[in-house]
């Protein structure tokens, strides 16, 4: 296999049958690049790999991925091999001993205030209002790149002044919308119908979730700025957490499954812990 539009046929069964369930389209392509890269790397059918193999293939990847993305791709692989047992196509599931890594916590990472600041009075500036709206969606409404890229005209709520949001797994939120990105949205030209965000080739459609990640990054990067779009969600959920002191309700703004996935996101400033220490010794001390 060495063109990316060769897919066994036995992946292509598997992938139809994640249609057939519902999947989202973003979730199947993502399923077909990794098993067609599996696929590469073993130079020959993937269905007759054994464990071995799979903890060659992840040794080799470790090398090339962070953390994160080799376990999500060990999920697609454990998708694809558990599928191929309950067909009745495999006695044993060679990913059962695969190990995912360990993932090593990160501080939150949120964009400069100062340098958002800078940002959308660059894009704004510079005339660039789609710019200035998938900036703005992030950082204002604290959206993954994949919502930006799905959200579509009628998510918005006018009268109820909130979004509706496509998230990871075919999973929907409802979330408030500030009167400013409501303006930001309203500036932005084309037609009130499908994808808020159009696509710059031209071509129908929603934008993939990476094309808006490359978009707004390398524009960032371009002007300066070395942030990317993912840490001015950051900058969101740690100014929603200085705003509200509730976890809970910013994992919900988020669309987080568990509160642990947004302590990642929100940064405890420093002056906020001096202060806690503070108050917390004189109540002790009397």
């Known amino acids: 296999m060495t063109r990316k539009g060769d897919i066994e046929p036995i992946v292509a069964k598997h992938l139809d049958r994640m249609r057939a369930r519902g999947r989202r389209p973003r979730t ?39 953390g994160n993305t080799l376990r999500g791709e060990m999920s697609v ?109 309203d ?19 929603h934008n993939l979730a990476h094309s808006i990640s490359h978009w707004t990054s390398g524009w960032l990067h371009e002007v300066g700025i070395p942030e990317t779009l993912h840490q001015l969600r950051h900058a969101f959920a740690t100014a929603a957490l200085e705003e509200t002191g509730d976890l809970r309700t910013v994992q919900e703004l988020l669309g987080h499954a568990t509160p642990a996935t947004t302590a990642i996101y929100t940064l405890v400033r420093p002056e906020r812990l001096r202060s806690a220490v503070t108050g917390t010794v004189s109540r002790l001390a009397g």
């Open 28 to 66: 199947v392509g993502n399923a077909r690049d990794v098993l067609w890269r599996i696929s590469r790397w073993a130079q020959g059918p993937i269905l007759y790999l054994g464990a071995e193999d799979l903890d060659r293939w992840a040794d080799a990847r470790a090398d090339q991925v962070d």
């Open 77 to 185: 692989a454990r998708g694809f091999y558990g599928w191929a047992l309950r067909e009745g196509l495999l006695t044993v599931d060679p990913t059962l001993r695969l190990e995912s890594p360990r993932l090593r916590r990160t501080l939150p990472r949120p964009i400069d205030t100062g340098r958002l600041r800078q940002a959308l009075a660059t894009a704004a500036r510079d005339g660039h209002a789609v710019m200035v709206a998938m900036l703005s969606l992030a950082a204002y409404a604290g959206l993954r790149c994949c919502e930006i890229a799905d959200l579509a005209w009628d998510d918005i709520d006018r009268a109820g002044m909130s979004l509706l949001l496509h998230g990871k797994g075919g999973r929907e939120r409802v979330v408030p919308m500030a009167p400013e990105l409501l303006a930001v949205l």
């Open 187 to 205: 500036g932005l030209p084309g037609p009130r119908r499908g994808p808020v965000i159009v696509r710059r080739d031209g071509r129908r459609g």
